[in-house]
């Protein structure tokens, strides 16, 4: 059981937004920054989304991220096929003294 | 350009130690806070431990704590989890990771991932 809880899976067809959810605590999303990560199948995650809703350089401005309380959110416009890969969320947590991901997302592009 | 290239997976029998290594390049190693996560097959990511630029301030995992220690060597520009009482459920692909700008798990760079497999 994660300690940040994400949709396990989540779809959408080519051209359409697609959000992903990433609920916590007041320890970690209410109290610290979230970053957001994209694995592609078989390679090392990818850091996608920094302080809630920066793009490190290269990042397409259609992946857009927002954090609202102990709630973050994770957007993919424009959707395309090479989107399809798993999200997570993660975050610091105070109380654990660590840091904390999500359970993770696929993503499936119809 | 920035490289973290990690070393000294395998395969180990419960109850054993294992060290593994991160290699880094491209920036200077001694500024960065690092951390490892790992990944189990089929399953999601998983912290594991932090530690400071300076070695200073270490954070482990409830999973692993006691049983895994953290360091680096500034000088060799190389990170170091050392695993011991390794048990089945350790087995996973192991990153390093650095830290960000903006600190805490803003992990800009990861290497590659070595696999660690204990089972007899």
């Known amino acids: 059981q994660s300690v940040l809880t994400q949709p396990p899976s989540a779809s959408g067809t080519p051209g359409q937004r697609v959000p992903i959810a990433c609920s916590g605590s007041?320890?970690?999303?209410?109290?610290?920054?979230v970053n957001w990560y994209q694995q592609l199948p078989g390679t090392a995650p990818k850091l996608l989304i920094y302080s809630n809703n920066q793009r490190p350089s290269g990042v397409p401005d259609r992946f857009s991220g927002s954090k609202s309380g102990t709630s973050a959110s994770l957007a993919i416009s424009g959707l395309q096929s090479e989107d399809e890969a798993a999200y997570y969320c993660?975050?610091?947590?105070?109380?654990?003294?660590?840091?904390?991901f999500g359970g993770g997302t696929q993503l499936t592009v119809l | 350009e920035v490289q973290l290239v990690e070393s000294g997976g395998g395969l180990v029998q419960p109850g054993g130690s294992l060290r593994l290594s991160c290699a880094a390049s491209g920036f200077t190693f001694s500024s960065y806070e690092m951390n490892w996560v790992r990944q189990g097959p089929g399953k999601g990511l998983e912290w594991v431990s932090y530690?400071?630029?300076?070695?200073?301030?270490?954070y482990y995992a409830d999973s692993v704590k006691g049983r895994f220690t953290i360091s680096r060597d500034n000088a060799k520009n190389s990170l170091y989890l050392q695993m011991d009482s390794l048990r089945a459920e350790d087995t996973a692909v192991y990153y390093c990771?650095?830290?960000?700008?903006?600190?805490?798990?803003?992990?800009?760079?990861w290497g590659q991932g070595t696999l660690v497999t204990v089972s007899s």
């Open positions: 530690i400071s630029s300076s070695g200073s301030t270490i």
């Open positions: 990771a650095r830290v960000g700008i903006s600190g805490t798990t803003d992990f800009d760079y």
């Open positions: 007041s320890s970690n999303i209410g109290s610290n920054t």
């Open positions: 993660a975050a610091w947590d105070d109380s654990l003294k660590g840091a904390v």
